[in-house]
């Protein structure tokens, strides 16, 4: 069984590379943006004939919230026009996709935990590209599984975790926000599930009712204060932290204050046990 990986330079296709091993029984093809770049449809359409995949994981994305404000037309090419590209050519090889989306979808209005029926309601430029693609995805081919998920961290590439422990070593003091609530997400985690979703997919031969969309992160809640101060005590760090307001860091994208994800439906369907995000934090 062969799987295509794009985007295989980003967190979670290092993740996948780091895990690949474990299962033999699966022929993994990883590409990064040189190898494959999505935007471009004759690309894509050379590496699927050249390696006939069954799957294709498209982890390839333009994930800079900040700087999609300013570079709006490139946010769209990747994640719009790139993610129409993969479906289009999955589509043409019977190949099925797995997609990767985002909590940013959401405009984080919302008191409870987000599940895949709500409507989404993105604030930003990244958000709104990574929606037009899921739709794009849905409008032309129907055997894709689209996963949302948030706040995604790893011992790879950059993320909050890394940019912590880096400041850390930098400073004494470090000020980090206390008013936005979501779930941290361990890369390794959403890639071993992506997996699952593949081998159970090819096992049972799905039926095409369970395609569609769903939700995972790790389990449980917090604020980024939160995540840092247990990023610190994990490793034995001593820093004075202090929570602060949204209003005291602006940003150029408006994020969600509250993207805490309703992992119900992935969870039931596929028969997971998803760990909480403090004890997933430890295994890094």
């Not at 989404?120 to 037009?132: A, F, V």
């Not at 400041?167 to 890369?187: F, K």
């Not at 997996?195 to 369970?210: D, F, G, M, P, V």
């Not at 760090?237 to 309703?262: G, H, Y």
Request: proline share 4%; aromatic share 10%.
């Amino acid at each position: 069984m062969v799987v295509l990986v794009t985007g295989s330079a980003g967190q979670l296709g290092q993740s996948l590379q780091f895990i690949a091993q474990n299962y033999p029984q699966i022929e993994f093809v990883f590409c990064n943006s040189s190898t494959l770049d999505i935007s471009n449809l004759n690309n894509v359409k050379q590496i699927f004939k050249q390696f006939e995949p069954h799957f294709c994981i498209n982890a390839a994305a333009y994930t800079a919230v900040d700087k999609a404000e300013s570079e709006p037309e490139k946010a769209y090419l990747i994640n719009v026009i790139g993610a129409k590209n993969v479906a289009l050519v999955c589509k043409e090889h019977n190949t099925i996709l797995l997609h990767i989306s985002t909590d940013f979808v959401f405009d984080g209005n919302k008191q409870t935990p987000y599940n895949e029926e709500d409507l989404p309601n993105p604030t930003g430029i990244y958000g709104k590209t990574k929606l037009e693609g899921e739709i794009e995805i849905q409008k032309t081919w129907e055997k894709h599984f689209i996963v949302r998920t948030s706040w995604v961290y790893s011992q790879f590439g950059n993320n909050f975790m890394k940019t912590m422990l880096r400041l850390a070593s930098e400073r004494d003091t470090i000020s980090v926000v206390n008013d936005q609530v979501g779930t941290p997400t361990n890369a390794v985690d959403l890639a071993q599930v992506l997996i699952k979703i593949i081998l159970k997919t090819r096992n049972s031969q799905l039926a095409t009712s369970n395609f569609g969309i769903y939700n995972f992160s790790n389990e449980g809640q917090c604020s980024w204060y939160d995540f840092a101060k247990k990023i610190f005590e994990i490793n034995n760090i001593s820093i004075n932290l202090l929570p602060i307001p949204t209003t005291a860091f602006p940003t150029p994208a408006k994020r969600p204050a509250f993207s805490v994800l309703d992992k119900s439906k992935i969870k039931n369907t596929f028969g997971l046990e998803i760990k909480n995000w403090e004890e997933s934090l430890k295994l890094i």
